[in-house]
């Protein structure tokens, strides 16, 4: 293999996600990457896949591999601490990756890759036409007040409120306040629209002072959920907890704009927008940006709305 290194398989990180041995890809995420109880934070799983994307593209020859575009489909949520094997080839020009779980493809990715010498800021390609207004609007929020209750904060609220309390809270890798999480504390900004500050840890890096591309992907997912709470305040959430029922990111991408850095004047801004509901879909859009405005990233995200087993939800009744 190449030079490629980033967060996801760096020997040196104590969280290293991805190995490469004859026997193929496994990936492996430590307890601190959970999302739902006892499962992977999506976003981690789908921004995962572009480390082996980058490592194949390497070895297929690009000098400068860059991350365009990610997409994954969750048809299972990933198990947490365990070896996951992983299939990963290039298929129509495009990276194909795939975790199974025995016979079952649990998450289902490609990921778009351009030779492209960068450097950090360097512009990679330019929004999708169709939501270019969207983010424009979400980007003009740099400032917005993070005092209060962050929304997870009131979904926890919500859920007991709906009769079914989280005991204990649920640790998720990107919004919860626990040890060893991004800790995004997320606010509404007005209906449908989410925004947050971050700052990215140094260990987040591929190497070169830039942001590893799981990693952008990750930090940008949790708003996606929060969004469609934001839109409604919680209404549609609070029904379906009574109805045990509740919603969890089926598919998910990233389109990188600009290369990041990890280390960023005055910290990251992060919004995100409902966009509308299709019957069980419900959709929603991600941005990463810096104090000034400037994006290098979005995020689209499609929550399924699913019916709760009684196992998942903690009670027998
Ligand atoms: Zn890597
Ligand atoms: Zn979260």
């Known amino acids: 293999m190449g030079q490629h290194r980033c967060f996801a398989c760096d020997e040196q990180n ?3 996600i991805v190995t490469n041995t004859d026997d193929g890809w496994t990936f492996m995420f430590i307890e601190r990457f959970v999302g739902p109880p006892g499962r992977v934070h999506g976003g981690t799983a789908v921004g995962a896949l572009t480390c082996p994307a980058l490592q194949l593209a390497e070895r297929d020859g690009m000098q400068h591999p860059v991350v365009l575009h990610v997409n994954g489909r969750l048809n299972l949520p990933v198990p947490l601490a365990e070896p996951i094997s992983v299939k990963a080839y290039s298929e129509e020009g495009r990276y194909r990756v795939k975790l199974h779980e025995d016979s079952n493809v649990i998450l289902d990715g490609y990921v778009e890759v351009a030779d492209q010498e960068t450097n950090i800021g360097s512009v990679l390609q330019e929004p999708p036409s169709e939501y270019v207004e969207d983010l424009q609007s979400l980007s003009d929020v740099t400032d917005a007040d993070i005092e209060g209750h962050s929304l997870f904060t009131q979904f926890l609220e919500v859920q007991k409120a709906a009769g079914y309390p989280l005991e204990p809270p649920p640790k998720c890798f990107g919004c919860s306040e626990a040890d060893g999480a991004l800790e995004l504390s997320i606010r509404k900004t007005r209906q449908g629209d989410t925004y947050t500050r971050w700052k990215s840890e140094e260990a987040f ?3 070169e002072g830039r942001l590893a591309t799981t990693m952008v992907v990750s930090a940008i997912d949790c708003m996606n959920l ?14 379906l907890t009574q109805e045990k029922k509740n919603f969890f990111t089926g598919s998910y991408g990233v389109r990188i704009f600009r290369v990041p850095p990890v280390e960023i004047k005055d910290d990251y801004r992060i919004t995100s927008r409902y966009l509308r509901r299709d019957g069980r879909k419900l959709f929603t859009i991600s941005a990463l940006s810096d104090s000034n405005g ?6 689209e995200s499609i929550a399924i709305i699913f019916d709760l087993t009684d196992e998942i939800f903690g009670t027998d009744s």
């Open 14 to 16: 104590p969280g290293r």
């Open 205 to 207: 890096t591929d190497g």
């Open 294 to 299: 400037t994006i290098y990233a979005m995020g």
């Open 226 to 239: 929060h969004a469609i709470n934001a839109n409604d305040d919680f209404d549609l959430l609070f029904k």
